[in-house]
């Protein structure tokens, strides 16, 4: 099956450890993108990446960083500088412009304590 | 950067009742998609917009793209306990980074039997 996946789904770590977050896609898509879902407040952009070997920082990029070795994968590390790091990760992928339209993984859950 | 203002934050309906849910924007957007969240998950196209004063049909969904391009509509008529979720608007204005995409808060659907 075609698709995003993200893993794991759950995610618990301790305050002061980096974490990875996985999302691999086999759509053949040239972009992707990793989000961050707060309650209330929407999708907020972290990270993007238009082709491979090179990402650009979104909106709230501060305390992440991000890979793309390969263009099937575009993994998201929440790195100890991030203050409130508990959130629901999105990551979607998008066909090369100007067509087609972004879509999403399952999600991971991560909570930081 | 860009904002759009998704109304309203949440709805509690009867099955069966039409729903309505609009987004604004005061920017002018060149594309309006719609996506649904259901708990846990990640977002789902339901439907894209490309051309202002576009009606799009996807079953018992139908979306406008408004004629000023800085709003679009969702409607759902005869709701059922599945259409429960949260329902996203996006919108794409030129140029911009990460292809340009602004989404808004969600219309939070609750629909009591």
């Known amino acids: 099956d075609g698709g995003i996946t993200q893993s794991p789904k759950y995610l618990f770590r301790k305050e002061g450890q980096n974490v990875t977050l996985s999302c691999e896609q086999n759509?053949?898509?040239?972009?992707m993108y990793w989000y961050r879902q707060d309650p209330g407040q929407g999708l907020r952009l972290i990270y993007y990446?238009?082709?491979?070997?090179?990402?650009q920082k979104g909106d709230i990029a501060e305390g992440y960083s991000v890979s793309r070795e390969k263009k099937e994968s575009f993994p998201l590390t929440v790195t100890s500088a991030q203050k409130n790091p508990t959130a629901f990760y999105l990551c979607?992928?998008?066909?090369?412009?100007?067509?087609?339209?972004?879509?999403f993984g399952p999600g991971t859950r991560l909570t930081v304590t | 950067g860009q904002q759009l203002n998704q109304s309203p934050q949440s709805m509690f309906i009867q099955e069966g009742e039409d729903v309505s849910m609009n987004c604004t924007s005061s920017?002018?957007?060149?594309?309006w998609l719609w996506y649904k969240q259901e708990p846990g998950e990640g977002p789902v196209l339901l439907i894209a917009?490309?051309?202002?004063?576009e009606l799009t049909s996807n079953g018992r969904l139908t979306a406008q793209f408004g004629i000023t391009r800085k709003d679009s509509f969702l409607n759902i008529s005869a709701s059922i306990p599945s259409d429960v979720g949260i329902y996203f608007c996006?919108?794409?204005?030129?140029?911009?980074?990460?292809?340009?995409?602004?989404f808004g808060k969600g219309t939070h659907l609750i629909i009591q039997p």
């Open positions: 979607a992928s998008r066909p090369g412009l100007p067509s087609g339209e972004q879509y």
């Open positions: 759509l053949n898509h040239d972009a």
């Open positions: 990446s238009q082709i491979v070997n090179d990402f």
């Open positions: 920017s002018i957007f060149n594309t």
């Open positions: 917009l490309y051309k202002a004063g």
């Open positions: 996006a919108g794409r204005s030129s140029g911009g980074g990460a292809d340009g995409l602004t």
